[in-house]
């Protein structure tokens, strides 16, 4: 099964949310806006963002530049600049713009109808009346619900996320343990289009805010390969040209980049990118990477964020850092 490409028909309807998090207490859920932290857990909970030798905590400072990193950075159109798919809300946007998260305890879970069913993890989901969905629950876009279960440190995922008269469906929807570095099987999707988690990959205010982002960044590209690697389990593409890049590409910011006159947040970005880099997730506008839903985000700062060009990445090969086909863990010498 091949996911279809999603293109979201603009940025307000792609990523229009609600509140960053909503902390949902025993049976009875209660919206409160709690932004994502910087120190690598999930906001009211001990759960990590994944261990700390995981894929998107990698550095890749020190990886080869890929042998088609030209290639992919011709068809993706380096001569734009990158845009982030967050921010706060503009004009009649009344909520900031990102991905929001819903944390739970104790929340009954409901089974959920996926297209795609035959990829989706068949089990019941957290999902309830409030359940934040990326745009709100009007909203058109990719509607994306991220969800963690405080209690057993278990992260759910959904995509196209509606709930209707007849219950909860989804297009498709994946399940992980923060605990642990175990893949999705091979060929199936997730909530994204690469078969990754969304969560780990999302930049936060917080984090910013602080000076230390110690996780690559998830971004999209409008046209993909036929094919992923590692850890991407997943592939959305249109053709089998090897100048288009494959799911999971990763991509770091060149050390010769070095603008002036840029806040210490849009450095503690910079730095992020250069050490971590990004991460090729999904279909869609290109070069756009996402964030948090925080009403935090400032204004001033995005606009910095939207002069980064993309003639300032390159493509770099991430296969020395895997242990196994199997596992998202990092050799040793890539942690941190």
């Not at 001569?79 to 991905?99: C, E, K, M, N, R």
């Not at 994306?144 to 008269?165: K, P, Q």
């Amino acid at each position: 099964m091949t996911r279809p490409s999603r293109l979201p028909a603009s940025a307000a309807a792609a990523s229009a949310v609600c509140v960053a998090v909503c902390v949902t207490l025993g049976v009875s859920p209660v919206a409160v806006a709690v932004p994502l932290p910087s120190a690598g857990t999930v906001p009211g909970t001990d759960c990590p963002l994944f261990p700390a030798d995981n894929y998107w905590h990698a550095r890749v400072d020190t990886l080869p530049v890929h042998p088609r990193s030209a290639d992919w950075l011709a068809r993706m159109g380096a001569g734009t600049d990158l845009h982030p798919d967050f921010g706060p809300s503009y004009g009649a946007q009344s909520v900031p713009y990102g991905i929001p998260v819903t944390i739970v305890r104790g929340a009954p879970r409901v089974p959920v109808e996926f297209d795609y069913a035959d990829e989706s993890d068949s089990v019941r989901y957290p999902l309830g009346p409030a359940t934040l969905i990326e745009g709100g629950t009007d909203a058109e876009g990719d509607r994306h619900a991220i969800v963690v279960d405080a209690d057993s440190c278990t992260l759910f995922e959904t995509w196209d996320t509606r709930r209707t008269a007849a219950g909860w469906t989804a297009g498709s929807g994946a399940v992980w343990s923060l605990r642990s570095n175990r893949l999705r099987p091979r060929g199936w999707t997730s909530a994204d289009a690469a078969g990754l988690p969304i969560l780990p990959g999302l930049l936060r205010w917080s984090e910013v805010e602080a000076g230390n982002v110690d996780h690559a960044i998830r971004f999209t590209t409008d046209v993909t390969r036929r094919a992923y690697v590692w850890p991407a389990r997943h592939q959305a593409g249109s053709s089998t040209d090897p100048s288009l890049p494959p799911m999971g590409a990763r991509f770091r910011l060149k050390s010769s980049y070095a603008p002036g006159g840029l806040s210490a947040e849009a450095r503690t970005v910079l730095a992020a990118m250069r050490r971590h880099g990004l991460v090729l997730a999904d279909n869609g506008s290109p070069w756009y990477f996402q964030g948090d839903a925080d009403p935090g985000w400032p204004a001033s700062l995005i606009e910095e964020l939207k002069q980064i060009p993309a003639s300032a990445f390159e493509a770099v090969d991430s296969s020395p850092m895997r242990v196994s086909g199997g596992s998202g863990a990092v050799r040793p010498r890539f942690v941190g």
